[in-house]
């Protein structure tokens, strides 16, 4: 199966494929934001996909159009909700600033770490 590895956090999941890289995050309870519910539309379930871009979905122009309002947009851009893994192999991203704030701000009962 496929995995995903959050690199700040430090964690990292099996999901069987045609999982998206939210979903993902919810498996395990990563910190990524989902204020419209993984809808595409909102942008607080941005990521920075690091390795592994080539297994996901390609972006559709829902998604493009999104990401045109996300902050600090990166070549390495998506949408956690809309990016789903098509392919075996390893996926590491790294959730937006975006994206964290969002997510804590969603779930006051966290604890945000020090460093996040
Ligand atoms: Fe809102 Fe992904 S959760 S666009």
Request: one cysteine or more.
């Amino acid at each position: 199966m496929p995995k995903v590895r959050f690199i700040d956090q430090n964690i990292e999941v099996e999901v069987p494929i045609g999982t998206s890289l939210l979903d993902a995050a919810r498996k395990i309870d990563a910190p990524e934001g989902s204020a419209c519910g993984g809808v595409c539309a909102c942008s607080t379930c941005h990521v920075y996909v690091q390795e592994g871009a080539s297994l996901l979905s390609d972006a559709e122009e829902e998604e493009e159009d999104i990401l045109d309002k996300a902050f600090d947009v990166q070549m390495t851009s998506r949408l956690g909700c809309q990016a789903r893994l098509q392919r075996d192999g390893v996926v590491a991203l790294r959730i937006t600033k975006e994206s964290l704030d969002a997510f804590y701000n969603e779930h006051p009962d966290h604890a945000r770490p020090a460093s996040g």
